[in-house]
């Protein structure tokens, strides 16, 4: 079970860490 949690974190991780700039380029695109 712990294996599952760290493969998790790592994907939500790599998630934030993609999605964040992301997010943040919409945001200036729609102001």
């Given at each position: 079970m712990a294996?599952?949690?760290g493969f998790a974190a790592l994907i939500l991780v790599e998630?934030?860490?993609f999605a964040t700039?992301?997010?943040?380029?919409a945001h200036k695109m729609d102001s």
């Open positions: 294996r599952f949690w998630f934030l860490m700039p992301n997010i943040a380029m």
